[in-house]
């Protein structure tokens, strides 16, 4: 056998099956495992169509990703076997100076994913990788290792996104993403949407509104088949997180948006969940395990960057209120209402008091900032799947955030489909009150945000003097240029979603100066 590392690797997927549990694989999956690994296999079509990523940097290594699926639309097309997978890591980009090279079995109970956690790289320098199987290559990715746990690093470039409903418009942003020098890409939720084909836009979902395994694997796969997608995959590393599209619009956490019973959506969940791992360069860590999986995370930039990597969907109470854009009930200052469970708070606090890190990112979904979205100063209407319906658990973080002062906490958000810059206050009824911090919400790749939304959120501005920004038309992604005195974030714009050859341009640029929280406008 020409693979190095078959037992190794065998036991892990026995253990991996061990900790899912009876039932959660199919019984066919599990026997798949016994069956000798297909060294030599044959394809009905290319095997890489959903082209390969990396993800989760470190200063020795990076996970590096691929998928199997000659048919990718329709379950894949991969037999129910083990196929092994060559993958090799260069110092170049024709994959001359090969620095690593190994073998990692693609499974069926992974939908034929690989996720191979590289170690032994250099820090903060490039590296490309491909993969190998039969004698298929794949497309050659581009990734890059953070510089040394403090080292002194001058400056770092990221691009944040969010948000990009295939059904309405094209990626053409990332198109613009790949000519960027960034050093990452970071994600912030809603990668795939769960609904069936709707009309009207330039392109439509191929199944109805997804609910199994394969429907929620389907679905990342028709995804993976974009272009510009890809391109931007293969060319940075990328850190990711969901939001609550990759299950369903608005869950929080067993708690489901629609009727379902919950025990469909425990099921559900857990499809979603799963699949969403088996497509995203995500490290071993972030297995599932049941129902649950582990994805708020920590990676570290030298002594410039940490990121602390929220997951606000998984472990959260109930939306307040029955949900929505209304007035605050009781509920909504409950004290025990959580969005991101009182582990990940501690592990967020923890985290935040000993970083030495210059920049403290907080990367996460939801508004935190708060918006009246009523102009009316007596009148309040706030978006209860927000941190506005979670109030008491953002007054724990702001106020930790003024208490222990960890270096300069700039949080990035995604969701709302729409750009803004807050000034996050201890007391967002006192425009007096201490600035502790800074956000930054990022627009959508593509999803909606309707244009009759812009005039009321426009007219409410002067009722939330802490917003310094808003841009409800534009869609694109934020690129952020850290040094140690300032950060730089450059509101990037599409000219259109509809256009796939539309421009890239930058609306509004704002800065914010080390050790002084909040933001100008350049
Ligand atoms: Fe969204």
Redesign the pocket.
């Given at each position: 056998m020409e693979f190095m590392d078959c037992d190794l690797l065998s036991n892990r997927c026995r253990r991996r099956n061990f900790l899912l549990g009876a039932g959660f694989f199919t019984g066919l999956a599990v026997a798949s495992q016994e069956l000798p690994a297909l060294a030599k296999p044959r394809f009905s079509d290319y095997p890489f169509k959903l082209g390969v990523a990396s993800g989760d940097p470190l200063p020795d290594g990076v996970v590096l990703w691929t998928r199997l699926a000659p048919e990718p639309l329709y379950g894949g097309g991969m037999p129910l076997r083990n196929v092994v997978v060559r993958w090799q890591v260069a110092l170049d980009e024709n994959m001359r100076k090969v620095v690593q090279r190994g073998t990692v079995l693609a499974t069926p109970a992974l939908a034929h994913s690989v996720h191979v956690d590289v170690r032994g790289l250099e820090p903060g320098r490039w590296y490309w990788y491909q993969f190998q199987v039969g004698s298929e290559d794949s497309p050659i990715g581009r990734t890059r290792t953070p510089g040394a746990f403090n080292n002194a690093i001058k400056q770092l470039n990221f691009a944040f996104v969010?948000?990009q409903?295939w059904q309405n418009g094209f990626y053409t942003a990332y198109r613009h993403i790949v000519n960027e020098e960034l050093d990452l890409v970071v994600h912030l939720?809603?990668y795939i949407?769960e609904y069936g084909p709707q009309s009207g836009g330039p392109r439509q979902h191929n199944s109805p509104e997804i609910v199994t395994l394969q429907d929620y694997r389907n679905r990342h796969a028709l995804y993976k088949t974009d272009p510009n997608l890809q391109a931007a995959h293969a060319a940075f590393p990328w850190i990711v997180t969901w939001?609550?599209?990759e299950v369903e619009n608005n869950y929080a956490n067993l708690i489901p948006e629609e009727n379902q019973s919950q025990q469909a959506f425990v099921t559900r969940r857990a499809n979603a969940y799963q699949a969403y791992y088996e497509h995203m360069p995500l490290r071993r860590s972030s297995l599932p395990n049941r129902a649950d999986m582990q994805l708020y995370r920590r990676l570290t930039f030298g002594d410039l960057a940490e990121f602390h990597v929220l997951d606000t969907r998984q472990y959260r109470t109930d939306q307040p209120c029955n949900d929505g854009l209304k007035p605050r009930c009781i509920q909504a200052l409950d004290a025990n209402a959580t969005m991101t469970g009182a582990k990940q708070e501690q592990w967020l606090f923890r985290g935040l008091d000993k970083s030495r890190s210059r920049w403290n990112v907080i990367a996460q979904q939801t508004m935190l900032a708060e918006y009246d979205f009523d102009g009316r100063p007596e009148i309040g209407v706030f978006n209860m799947d927000q941190w506005d319906g979670y109030v008491a658990a953002r007054d724990r973080l702001l106020s930790f955030l003024n208490q222990r002062q960890p270096s300069n906490p700039i949080v990035i958000t995604?969701?709302?489909?729409s750009s803004w810059v807050h000034d996050l206050k201890l007391d967002f009824k006192n425009p007096a009150s201490a600035t502790v911090g800074t956000e930054f919400v990022g627009t959508?790749i593509t999803?909606d945000f309707p244009t009759s939304f812009i005039a009321p959120v426009q007219a409410a501005l002067s009722d939330n003097p802490h917003t310094k920004f808003f841009d409800g038309a534009f869609r694109g992604y934020v690129r952020c240029k850290l040094t140690q005195e300032r950060w730089q974030s450059d509101y990037r714009a599409v000219s259109s979603i509809i256009d796939p050859n539309a421009s890239i341009s930058t609306l509004a640029s704002f800065v914010v100066q080390n050790g002084q929280p909040g933001a100008q406008r350049m």
């Open positions: 969010s948000c409903d939720g809603d949407y939001d609550d599209h995604g969701d709302i489909h959508s999803s």
